[in-house]
């Protein structure tokens, strides 16, 4: 998992220089105006090494470093050792062109964080354990469970359009590892489907 650790460390380094660096974050962050204007097209990428607070950075490498370090063996085995540093970098940006493409005429429209690629991360994983537990808030569920009341939930607070939260990327990453897990190895759909059929919540 040295992929995975090195994703965590990169992201966990900038995201402190950014808490007390403004011009660094504003640098890395996503505003539309400096993509579009400006051709900053790195900002579709960095925008995921920095992130608001130290819970936002935490919650995010801590379901990185749990489903990344499962998920790296087996996109590597198929795409070669570099495979999961490039399905990462993919869910960053698949994650946030639709914001971008929605806001890129908005100025003071601002995103910053991994969660979109982490989601991706995430979906990948549940496609191959469905049944796994997952532990959300010291709840224990499964990850299908989980998988299901997460979307729901996305899709409802995007559709208010309220807070902070960019739950359009949640969603986006979301469907870009179910996506990318597909096209990779399509075994994986009728092995998914199978194990649904065999539900074993451990």
């Not at 869910?91 to 991706?120: E, F, M, Q």
């Not at 409802?156 to 990779?184: C, E, K, P, T």
Request: glycine share 8%; hydrophobic share 50%; net charge positive.
């Amino acid at each position: 998992m040295l992929i995975t650790l090195a994703i965590i460390a990169i992201t966990c380094i900038v995201s402190f220089m950014a808490f007390n660096n403004t011009r660094l974050m504003n640098d890395l962050i996503l505003w539309p105006p400096a993509i579009t204007r400006q051709r900053e097209y790195h900002r579709l990428v960095t925008y995921g090494l920095v992130h608001a607070d130290f819970n936002h950075l935490l919650f995010n490498m801590i379901t990185l470093f749990f489903f990344g370090r499962a998920m790296e063996g087996f996109i590597n085995d198929r795409l070669g050792m570099l495979g999961f540093a490039l399905f990462y970098i993919g869910g960053l940006v698949v994650s946030i062109l639709p914001t971008y493409l929605k806001n890129r005429g908005n100025p003071n429209y601002r995103s910053l964080g991994a969660s979109g690629a982490v989601s991706a991360v995430l979906f990948a994983y549940i496609l191959l354990a469905p049944w796994s537990r997952i532990i959300v808030l010291v709840i224990p569920m499964p990850a299908i469970v989980y998988a299901v009341l997460y979307t729901g939930y996305s899709i409802y607070m995007d559709r208010r359009g309220q807070g902070n939260v960019n739950h359009s990327a949640h969603l986006w990453g979301a469907a870009y590892g179910v996506i990318f897990m597909l096209l990779v190895d399509p075994r994986v759909l009728p092995y998914f489907l199978n194990a649904l059929m065999r539900p074993s919540f451990r």
